[in-house]
């Protein structure tokens, strides 16, 4: 059931995974099969590193494995050429910002081929090349994500705090609103927490219950699509007070998230109709105009043909 579960990760986190099984394994059967799933990952991966660790392990534990081939180091040094090239390229140029994507795609290079400590190295080195608080910040978190693999945590603890720091500067596209905060810390709980974990940490979280409760979704997917809603019903649905719900639509009003009255005599609200009769009225009005113009206009023509004045002001 465990190996089941590691089947949903990717990537050198599923080959960790798979390792760390395999040095739990209860017997040498489970243990084989893990470490022979580690391999075959780590061969996609082309971490080589993992490669040798996992054959190592294998034969202390005498399951059969096969060895990589020299030529898959060759293929990974053929590839991580090209990125060490525009590296040093943008480095002779002196472009600051050049030479920081030169070392972001390197560094990406090396994490994706679970190559941690020189991934770690290349994206510390993009702190003196950052030219925007959002290349400062994707630094800090990069350098942050590789720390916590290795286990270094003065690292994460340092660029944490600059993160926090950068983070005071982020423009709104960064810093989020407060949906997506309430979202996306909805959707980070339910993949990492259990039912009672969610219950305590989230559910019953008078922090977190101030986001989700700033983002009124429900009340207004249920009001938006009617023109008149009992108050009482609405209650009855959202589980809270008609008082509540009116202070509710009241706030929705006034950010123009809706567009009606509450009618507090009655208990309902309605959608605000606009008036045809002024629109109407206008547009009779323009009608009219423009036929006045019109006559005037043939008027005009049938007494200059009837003055025989045409070919004097060049009427045809």
Known sequence: MTLELVEGHRGPVKTRYLRYIASVAPDAGAKARALRLALEQARADRNIDALTDIVAEAEEVGAPVERHSPALESEVAADRAPLEARVAEARSSGNKDKLWHAYIDLGNFHAEHGAANEALKVFMRTRDCSQSTMQALQTCLRVIEQAIELEQWVHVSTYRKRAEAFGAECPPAISGTVAEIALYGALCALASFDRQALKDKVINSIAFQEVLEAVPEALEAFCRPFHRVSLASVSAGLGLGPPAIERELVAL???????????????????EQ???????????????????????????????????????????
Do not use: M, N, W
């Not at 009003?253 to 959608?271: H, M, S, T, W």
């Not at 105009?289 to 009427?315: E, N, P």
């Open 274 to 316: 606009a008036e045809e009769g002024p629109r109407t009225l206008e547009s009779l009005l323009a009608a009219g105009t423009s036929f006045v113009d019109g006559t005037r206009a043939l008027v005009l023509r049938g007494c200059v043909v009837q003055h025989k004045l045409a070919q004097v002001i060049g009427l045809v």
């Open 253 to 271: 009003i006034e950010d123009g998230r809706l567009r009606g009255r509450i009618d507090a005599a009655d208990g309902v609200y309605e959608v």
